[in-house]
């Protein structure tokens, strides 16, 4: 699996932890970023990792996806986790891995997403809404911002006293959990070609049975029959 970060990479730190320790089917072995300083570069590094960086801003769209589809291909790659991404993936490259694109969104979509939609803006905006309920999605990627079909969501409560910082550390928490679990649960699928019983047991499993305020990651595991 590929992950592409443009951030501080707790997400990508997550699904290291998960699937490069243990035999789980899937494994991280390339990171990109269309940043330099992203703090995910430093942890793919940290892990042995292959890191690149790939520019976007003011460079032509069709250089990018071209750069992008070869790194991928020569890293043999089949599946791409996007984790605090913040450029929109070119079409080639969502052409070539469609349904094995996921990304991860810190609120239950397809509320408070879209271009220009992300980091504290997403909290703020949650809480301004007077929600009673945020959450993280777990969704395929097409060629728009956080358009794709949804795969996963885990709520959690909004405070009375919240502010987007104490939401999104709550938030988080859970994306942590949830991201690995259902990536895990595609990477199955995939092998199996079962996309479709997946999707469901993960609906059923988030849908159905929700420990507030967050899911231990035991929990979400036997939730989902993962330790079958
Ligand atoms: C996460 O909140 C994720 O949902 C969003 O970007 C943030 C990335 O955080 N897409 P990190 O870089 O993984 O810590």
């Known amino acids: 699996m590929a ?40 942890r793919a590094r940290a892990a042995q990792i292959d890191a690149s960086v790939i520019t976007v801003a003011g460079r032509p769209p069709d250089y990018v996806a071209r750069e992008t589809l070869a790194a991928l291909e020569s890293g043999d790659v089949d599946l791409i986790a996007l984790a605090g991404y913040l450029r929109l993936v070119p079409p080639a490259v969502v052409g070539r891995y469609r349904g094995r ?10 509320a408070f997403g879209g271009k220009g939609m992300y980091g504290m803006r997403v909290h703020e905006a949650v809480l301004a809404s007077g ?61 199996n070609e079962e996309t479709a019983v997946a999707r469901d047991r993960v609906a059923a499993a988030c849908f159905l049975k929700v420990p507030q305020p967050a899911p231990t990651e035991a929990e979400l595991r036997e939730a989902l029959g993962l330790n079958d």
Do not use: C, K, M
């Not at 592409?4 to 970023?33: E, M, Y």
């Not at 694109?101 to 397809?110: E, G, K, R």
């Open 101 to 110: 694109i996921v990304n991860i969104h810190p609120a239950l979509l397809p």
């Open 131 to 191: 929600s009673t309920v945020s959450g993280a999605t777990v969704h395929h990627v097409d060629e728009q911002y956080d358009d794709g079909r949804i795969i996963a969501q885990w709520p959690v409560p909004v405070l009375t006293d919240d502010t987007p910082a104490g939401l999104a550390a709550r938030v988080l928490e859970v994306e942590h959990i949830l991201y690995p679990a259902a990536i895990e649960i595609l990477a199955r699928a995939l092998v």
């Open 3 to 42: 992950v592409f970060a443009s951030g501080g990479g707790s997400n990508l730190q997550a699904l290291i932890d998960q699937f490069n320790h243990a035999q789980r089917g899937v494994r991280v072995t390339l990171v990109l970023s269309d940043r330099e300083d992203a703090g995910a570069l430093r």
